[in-house]
C-alpha cells in the first residue's frame, strides 16, 4: 500500500471528479461537503494508488509541459490513453517506450495539471 497521497485544488472539484474518472479511469471513495456545498475533501482510487482533491479559489498557475505533478502506472498504457484522449485530455506528450522498459505519455487535466502515465512500477 502506498504512503505518497497527491492533493489537488480544482475549482470545481465535483466536475474534476466526473472528469478524472472518465478520463483517466479513477473510482471515488468519498466525496465530503463543505457547509458551502462545496467539496471540501475527496478520495479517488485507481488500483491500489489514492489522490485527495477538493474546491480551491482561482485557476493554479499552469504547469510546464515537463513539470510532471504526479506518476501513476497502469497496466494498459495504450488503452488508457486513447480513453484520456476520448475524454478530452490534453496529451501532451503522446505514447512512448523509455530506454528503462517502461511505455508512457503524458496528459494535462481539466485545470492544468500534468499527469504522467507508464507502465513503470518502483
Excluded at 75 to 97: K, Q, T, V, W, Y
Aim: one cysteine or more; aromatic letters at 12%; proline letters at 6%.
Amino acid at each position: 500500500m502506498t504512503n505518497i497521497y497527491p492533493t489537488f485544488r480544482y475549482p470545481d472539484a465535483r466536475a474534476a471528479i466526473d472528469w478524472l474518472c472518465a478520463a483517466f479511469g479513477f473510482r471515488v471513495l468519498a466525496v465530503h461537503d463543505g457547509p458551502d456545498g462545496a467539496v471540501a475533501h475527496a478520495e479517488l482510487a485507481l488500483g491500489d494508488g489514492i489522490i485527495m482533491l477538493g474546491t480551491g479559489r482561482g485557476e493554479p498557475d499552469r504547469p510546464a509541459d515537463d513539470a510532471y505533478a504526479v506518476y501513476v502506472a497502469v497496466d494498459d498504457l495504450d488503452a488508457h490513453h486513447d480513453r484520456a484522449r476520448a475524454a478530452g485530455a490534453e496529451i501532451i506528450r503522446g505514447p512512448f517506450d523509455t530506454d528503462y522498459g517502461s511505455r508512457d505519455y503524458a496528459a494535462r487535466d481539466l485545470a492544468g495539471y500534468v499527469w504522467s502515465f507508464g507502465t513503470y512500477r518502483p
